[in-house]
Protein backbone atom coordinates (compact mmCIF):
# COMPACT_ATOMS: atom_id res chain seq x y z
CA UNK A 1 0.00 0.00 0.00
CA UNK A 2 0.87 3.68 0.28
CA UNK A 3 2.53 5.19 3.06
CA UNK A 4 1.77 8.41 4.54
CA UNK A 5 3.48 10.29 6.91
CA UNK A 6 1.49 13.26 8.20
CA UNK A 7 2.09 16.70 9.79
CA UNK A 8 0.67 17.11 13.20
CA UNK A 9 -3.04 17.56 13.60
CA UNK A 10 -4.25 18.96 17.03
CA UNK A 11 -6.78 16.76 18.85
CA UNK A 12 -8.39 17.44 22.25
CA UNK A 13 -9.99 15.21 25.48
CA UNK A 14 -13.35 16.72 23.77
CA UNK A 15 -15.30 14.46 22.13
CA UNK A 16 -12.85 12.33 22.74
CA UNK A 17 -12.97 9.77 20.42
CA UNK A 18 -11.09 9.67 16.82
CA UNK A 19 -11.96 6.80 14.86
CA UNK A 20 -8.82 4.85 13.59
CA UNK A 21 -9.50 2.31 10.52
CA UNK A 22 -6.46 -0.40 9.73
CA UNK A 23 -7.10 -1.46 6.15
CA UNK A 24 -6.56 -4.88 4.99
CA UNK A 25 -4.53 -6.19 2.49
CA UNK A 26 -5.50 -7.02 -0.76
CA UNK A 27 -6.92 -10.17 -1.80
CA UNK A 28 -4.36 -12.31 -4.44
CA UNK A 29 -4.68 -13.52 -7.24
CA UNK A 30 -6.84 -16.73 -7.57
CA UNK A 31 -5.49 -20.03 -9.33
CA UNK A 32 -6.59 -20.72 -13.32
CA UNK A 33 -9.22 -23.60 -14.08
CA UNK A 34 -6.55 -26.53 -15.28
CA UNK A 35 -5.46 -25.78 -18.77
CA UNK A 36 -7.30 -22.45 -18.91
CA UNK A 37 -3.77 -20.69 -18.10
CA UNK A 38 -6.24 -17.54 -16.92
CA UNK A 39 -5.83 -16.61 -13.75
CA UNK A 40 -8.10 -13.63 -11.62
CA UNK A 41 -6.86 -10.35 -10.86
CA UNK A 42 -5.41 -9.79 -7.35
CA UNK A 43 -7.98 -7.05 -5.91
CA UNK A 44 -6.98 -3.67 -3.86
CA UNK A 45 -6.12 -3.30 -0.65
CA UNK A 46 -8.05 -1.38 1.86
CA UNK A 47 -7.03 2.52 2.89
CA UNK A 48 -5.90 2.73 6.47
CA UNK A 49 -7.10 6.11 8.08
CA UNK A 50 -6.92 8.52 11.14
CA UNK A 51 -10.22 10.35 11.80
CA UNK A 52 -11.66 12.75 13.63
CA UNK A 53 -13.86 15.56 14.12
CA UNK A 54 -10.84 18.48 14.15
CA UNK A 55 -9.21 17.95 11.09
CA UNK A 56 -9.83 16.44 7.67
CA UNK A 57 -9.37 12.45 7.86
CA UNK A 58 -5.17 11.28 7.82
CA UNK A 59 -5.77 7.97 4.91
CA UNK A 60 -2.84 6.06 3.80
CA UNK A 61 -4.53 4.33 0.59
CA UNK A 62 -4.51 0.82 0.15
CA UNK A 63 -1.64 -1.05 -2.37
CA UNK A 64 -3.60 -1.92 -5.70
CA UNK A 65 -3.62 -6.00 -7.50
CA UNK A 66 -1.56 -6.62 -9.99
CA UNK A 67 -2.62 -8.02 -13.26
CA UNK A 68 -3.50 -11.74 -14.13
CA UNK A 69 -2.01 -13.41 -16.88
CA UNK A 70 -3.29 -13.34 -20.00
CA UNK A 71 -5.88 -10.27 -18.78
CA UNK A 72 -4.58 -6.91 -20.86
CA UNK A 73 -6.31 -5.13 -17.64
CA UNK A 74 -7.00 -4.94 -13.47
CA UNK A 75 -9.58 -1.89 -12.78
CA UNK A 76 -8.16 -2.81 -9.08
CA UNK A 77 -4.51 -2.12 -9.90
CA UNK A 78 -4.22 1.87 -9.28
CA UNK A 79 -3.45 2.27 -5.67
CA UNK A 80 -1.10 3.65 -2.83
CA UNK A 81 1.10 1.65 -5.09
CA UNK A 82 0.47 0.23 -8.17
CA UNK A 83 0.07 -3.49 -9.12
CA UNK A 84 2.31 -5.00 -11.23
CA UNK A 85 1.90 -6.04 -14.88
CA UNK A 86 1.30 -9.70 -16.00
CA UNK A 87 2.25 -11.56 -19.31
CA UNK A 88 -0.94 -10.87 -22.12
CA UNK A 89 0.66 -12.19 -24.93
CA UNK A 90 2.84 -14.13 -26.83
CA UNK A 91 2.90 -12.08 -29.73
CA UNK A 92 1.54 -8.75 -27.66
CA UNK A 93 2.63 -5.30 -26.50
CA UNK A 94 4.74 -4.99 -23.52
CA UNK A 95 1.84 -4.49 -20.72
CA UNK A 96 2.34 -1.61 -18.41
CA UNK A 97 2.03 -1.41 -14.52
CA UNK A 98 -0.85 0.30 -12.85
CA UNK A 99 0.40 3.87 -11.09
CA UNK A 100 0.68 4.86 -7.70
CA UNK A 101 -0.65 7.82 -5.47
CA UNK A 102 1.23 11.02 -5.68
CA UNK A 103 3.38 11.39 -2.64
CA UNK A 104 2.31 7.40 -1.50
CA UNK A 105 4.08 4.92 -3.28
CA UNK A 106 5.10 4.36 -6.96
CA UNK A 107 3.73 2.19 -10.26
CA UNK A 108 4.12 -1.23 -10.21
CA UNK A 109 6.67 -2.55 -13.06
CA UNK A 110 5.43 -3.33 -16.81
CA UNK A 111 5.52 -6.87 -18.66
CA UNK A 112 8.41 -5.96 -21.32
CA UNK A 113 9.23 -9.61 -22.78
CA UNK A 114 6.32 -10.38 -25.25
CA UNK A 115 7.67 -14.04 -25.77
CA UNK A 116 7.53 -15.38 -22.62
CA UNK A 117 5.56 -14.91 -19.61
CA UNK A 118 7.25 -12.64 -16.81
CA UNK A 119 5.29 -10.19 -14.92
CA UNK A 120 6.61 -6.88 -13.60
CA UNK A 121 7.12 -6.55 -9.54
CA UNK A 122 4.48 -4.25 -7.64
CA UNK A 123 4.79 -0.66 -6.79
CA UNK A 124 6.25 -0.03 -3.59
CA UNK A 125 6.20 3.40 -0.91
CA UNK A 126 10.06 3.98 -2.14
CA UNK A 127 10.10 3.46 -5.68
CA UNK A 128 8.25 1.63 -8.41
CA UNK A 129 8.32 -2.29 -9.69
CA UNK A 130 10.48 -3.36 -11.86
CA UNK A 131 9.58 -5.11 -15.29
CA UNK A 132 10.66 -8.52 -15.83
CA UNK A 133 13.93 -8.31 -16.51
CA UNK A 134 14.21 -11.33 -19.34
CA UNK A 135 12.11 -14.34 -20.41
CA UNK A 136 10.33 -16.35 -18.26
CA UNK A 137 11.71 -13.79 -15.02
CA UNK A 138 9.69 -11.55 -12.72
CA UNK A 139 10.49 -8.01 -12.03
CA UNK A 140 11.48 -7.17 -8.35
CA UNK A 141 8.17 -5.70 -5.91
CA UNK A 142 9.16 -1.37 -5.50
CA UNK A 143 11.93 -0.60 -2.36
CA UNK A 144 9.79 0.21 1.03
CA UNK A 145 10.64 2.89 3.26
CA UNK A 146 11.51 3.12 6.67
CA UNK A 147 9.87 4.67 9.44
CA UNK A 148 10.71 4.94 13.24
CA UNK A 149 7.27 7.18 14.26
CA UNK A 150 7.53 4.54 17.55
CA UNK A 151 10.50 5.06 18.55
CA UNK A 152 13.57 2.36 19.19
CA UNK A 153 11.69 0.91 22.37
CA UNK A 154 9.11 -0.23 20.08
CA UNK A 155 10.30 -2.03 16.56
CA UNK A 156 7.49 -2.02 14.19
CA UNK A 157 7.20 -3.03 10.33
CA UNK A 158 9.83 -5.66 8.67
CA UNK A 159 13.57 -6.24 7.94
CA UNK A 160 14.96 -3.91 5.02
CA UNK A 161 17.85 -2.70 3.53
CA UNK A 162 20.89 -1.20 4.97
CA UNK A 163 22.96 -2.31 8.17
CA UNK A 164 19.70 -2.00 10.08
CA UNK A 165 16.85 -3.54 10.65
CA UNK A 166 13.00 -3.63 11.19
CA UNK A 167 10.77 -0.24 10.90
CA UNK A 168 10.31 -1.14 6.90
CA UNK A 169 7.01 -0.32 5.17
CA UNK A 170 5.36 -1.09 1.98
CA UNK A 171 7.73 -3.17 0.18
CA UNK A 172 6.68 -4.51 -3.77
CA UNK A 173 5.63 -7.83 -3.94
CA UNK A 174 7.50 -9.52 -6.61
CA UNK A 175 6.37 -10.73 -9.80
CA UNK A 176 5.88 -14.10 -11.12
CA UNK A 177 8.67 -15.87 -13.25
CA UNK A 178 7.49 -19.24 -14.45
CA UNK A 179 10.39 -21.47 -14.98
CA UNK A 180 13.04 -18.85 -14.25
CA UNK A 181 13.69 -16.83 -11.31
CA UNK A 182 11.10 -14.84 -9.46
CA UNK A 183 11.04 -11.46 -8.68
CA UNK A 184 12.13 -10.55 -5.26
CA UNK A 185 9.80 -8.84 -2.51
CA UNK A 186 10.71 -5.01 -1.30
CA UNK A 187 13.83 -4.98 -3.78
CA UNK A 188 15.47 -7.55 -1.91
CA UNK A 189 18.47 -9.14 -3.89
CA UNK A 190 17.79 -12.78 -3.58
CA UNK A 191 14.88 -14.16 -6.09
CA UNK A 192 13.02 -15.35 -2.77
CA UNK A 193 14.25 -12.54 -0.44
CA UNK A 194 11.83 -10.14 1.32
CA UNK A 195 12.40 -6.40 2.24
CA UNK A 196 9.64 -3.84 3.71
CA UNK A 197 7.23 -6.61 4.10
CA UNK A 198 6.73 -7.91 0.03
CA UNK A 199 6.44 -11.53 -0.57
CA UNK A 200 8.02 -12.80 -3.41
CA UNK A 201 6.58 -14.14 -6.87
CA UNK A 202 6.07 -17.76 -7.56
CA UNK A 203 8.59 -19.71 -9.52
CA UNK A 204 9.17 -23.33 -10.54
CA UNK A 205 12.51 -22.52 -9.60
CA UNK A 206 11.49 -21.82 -5.75
CA UNK A 207 11.29 -24.29 -3.11
CA UNK A 208 7.50 -25.59 -2.46
CA UNK A 209 5.01 -24.72 -2.99
CA UNK A 210 7.05 -22.97 -5.60
CA UNK A 211 4.55 -21.87 -8.35
CA UNK A 212 2.13 -20.00 -5.42
CA UNK A 213 3.11 -16.41 -4.19
CA UNK A 214 3.86 -15.51 -1.30
CA UNK A 215 1.69 -12.90 1.15
CA UNK A 216 2.76 -9.94 2.09
CA UNK A 217 3.66 -9.58 5.92
CA UNK A 218 0.95 -8.27 8.33
CA UNK A 219 1.15 -4.52 10.13
CA UNK A 220 3.38 -3.74 7.19
CA UNK A 221 1.46 -3.05 4.10
CA UNK A 222 3.60 -5.04 1.96
CA UNK A 223 2.34 -6.61 -1.28
CA UNK A 224 2.00 -10.27 -1.86
CA UNK A 225 3.75 -12.40 -4.70
CA UNK A 226 2.45 -12.80 -8.11
CA UNK A 227 1.24 -16.72 -8.72
CA UNK A 228 2.98 -18.54 -11.32
CA UNK A 229 2.19 -21.00 -14.24
CA UNK A 230 4.59 -23.90 -14.91
CA UNK A 231 4.58 -26.47 -16.75
CA UNK A 232 1.01 -27.45 -16.90
CA UNK A 233 -0.21 -24.17 -18.15
CA UNK A 234 -2.02 -23.57 -15.04
CA UNK A 235 -1.55 -20.08 -13.28
CA UNK A 236 -1.15 -21.01 -9.34
CA UNK A 237 -2.60 -18.43 -6.52
CA UNK A 238 -0.89 -15.02 -6.03
CA UNK A 239 -0.15 -14.06 -2.52
CA UNK A 240 -1.90 -11.76 -0.47
CA UNK A 241 -1.60 -7.86 0.76
CA UNK A 242 -0.60 -7.38 4.32
CA UNK A 243 -2.31 -5.42 6.61
CA UNK A 244 -1.44 -2.02 6.93
CA UNK A 245 -0.63 0.17 10.03
CA UNK A 246 -1.38 3.31 12.35
CA UNK A 247 1.12 4.95 14.51
CA UNK A 248 -0.49 8.00 16.79
CA UNK A 249 2.58 10.03 18.49
CA UNK A 250 1.87 12.88 21.17
CA UNK A 251 3.90 14.85 23.50
CA UNK A 252 3.42 14.20 26.93
CA UNK A 253 5.29 15.64 30.15
CA UNK A 254 9.07 14.16 30.41
CA UNK A 255 8.94 12.97 33.87
CA UNK A 256 6.20 10.85 35.20
CA UNK A 257 4.82 10.39 31.66
CA UNK A 258 1.27 8.91 31.67
CA UNK A 259 -0.81 8.39 28.57
CA UNK A 260 -3.51 10.64 27.54
CA UNK A 261 -5.31 8.26 25.52
CA UNK A 262 -6.89 4.92 25.17
CA UNK A 263 -6.20 2.29 22.05
CA UNK A 264 -3.58 -0.12 20.14
CA UNK A 265 -0.24 -0.83 21.83
CA UNK A 266 1.31 1.73 23.56
CA UNK A 267 4.92 2.59 24.62
CA UNK A 268 6.87 5.98 25.50
CA UNK A 269 9.77 6.85 24.42
CA UNK A 270 11.53 10.60 23.99
CA UNK A 271 8.71 12.44 26.02
CA UNK A 272 5.98 11.18 23.67
CA UNK A 273 3.63 8.49 23.93
CA UNK A 274 2.70 6.06 21.00
CA UNK A 275 -0.28 4.36 20.27
CA UNK A 276 0.11 1.21 17.11
CA UNK A 277 -3.01 0.06 15.54
Given at each position: GGGSSESSV????????????????GNGGAKA?????NGTNAGRGGDSTFGGPTFTDVTSTGGGGGWAGRLSSNPNGPGGSGGGAGHYSNSGPPSAGSPGTANQGYAGGNSVNPSAGGAGGGGGAGGAGTPNPAQNQGGNGGVGL????????YPIGADGAGPTTNGWFAGGGGGAGSSGSSGSGGGHPSPTGSYAGGGYGGSNANPSPGLTGRNGQGGTGGGGGGGATWPTNTVE??????SGMVVVRYQIAQLGATQKATGGAVSFYGGKAYHVF
Open positions: TVSASPGSYPVIVGGGSPGSGRNLIAGPLNGGAGG
